[in-house]
Every structure is written in structure tokens, then in C-alpha cells.
């Protein structure tokens, strides 16, 4: 199994999770039922670290210490900074061409 968290917003992570098996053919459909209900499940023991977690917001997050195989996170960031900077200058005017 391999589970991948993806931010959704300032405070929301959604988990996706990929199941790699090898079983006979019957047991497919089970295994596939059990993953989509347990992705979506918080067990009782991981309730309060889950909960507990910081920092809620992904621009919180100066004192991370990334690895090269964070490219992605330094990458999201960068763009997350670079949209939110565009919507706090405001709308742009486009002058039409003459």
C-alpha cells in the first residue's frame, strides 16, 4: 500500500491510497471495497496525532526540513506564493492593442 497526502486547502489534507497486491481474482472486488472505505477512515489511536498536527496552514511551514524528494512541496509553495501575490495586487488591466 502506498498512501500519498495532497493539501487541499489552508487546513485540509485528503489521503489518497494505492493498493499493490497480488491475490487470486476473487479476492479483488473485497480488497477494493475494503481500501474505499478505510481511506477514508481516521482510527481511534491516530485521532489525536492527526488532529494534533501543525501547521495548519501550508505557508506556516518555514521550518521544514526538506529533501530533494520534496521537489514537489517546494514547488507547490512556490506557486501557491505566486498565485495568492497576484490576487493581492488585484485585478489587471489589459490595455487592447492599437
Same mark, same amino acid.
Given at each position: 500500500?502506498a498512501?500519498?497526502?495532497m493539501?487541499?486547502?489552508?487546513s485540509?489534507?485528503?489521503?489518497?491510497?494505492?493498493?499493490? #497486491?497480488?491475490?487470486?481474482?476473487?479476492?479483488? /472486488?473485497? %480488497?477494493?471495497?475494503w481500501?474505499? &472505505? $478505510?481511506? #477514508?477512515l481516521?482510527?481511534?489511536d491516530?485521532? /489525536?496525532? %492527526?488532529?494534533?498536527?501543525?501547521? &495548519? $496552514?501550508?505557508?506556516?511551514?518555514?521550518?521544514?526540513?526538506?529533501v530533494?524528494?520534496?521537489?514537489?512541496?517546494?514547488?507547490?509553495?512556490?506557486?501557491?506564493?505566486?498565485?495568492?501575490?497576484?490576487l493581492?495586487?488585484?485585478?489587471?488591466?489589459?490595455?487592447?492593442?492599437?
Open positions: 500500500m498512501a500519498t497526502f493539501p487541499v486547502d489552508d485540509h489534507t485528503e489521503v489518497c491510497v494505492r493498493w499493490y #497486491h497480488r491475490m487470486p481474482r476473487l479476492l479483488h /472486488p473485497l %480488497v477494493d471495497l481500501g474505499r &472505505i $478505510s481511506q #477514508h481516521v482510527f481511534d491516530d485521532l /489525536p496525532i %492527526v488532529s494534533s498536527q501543525r501547521p &495548519i $496552514s501550508v505557508d506556516d511551514a518555514d521550518t521544514d526540513k526538506l530533494p524528494s520534496d521537489g514537489g512541496v517546494v514547488t507547490y509553495r512556490a506557486l501557491r506564493r505566486a498565485h495568492r501575490e497576484e493581492r495586487a488585484g485585478p489587471q488591466r489589459i490595455r487592447p492593442a492599437s
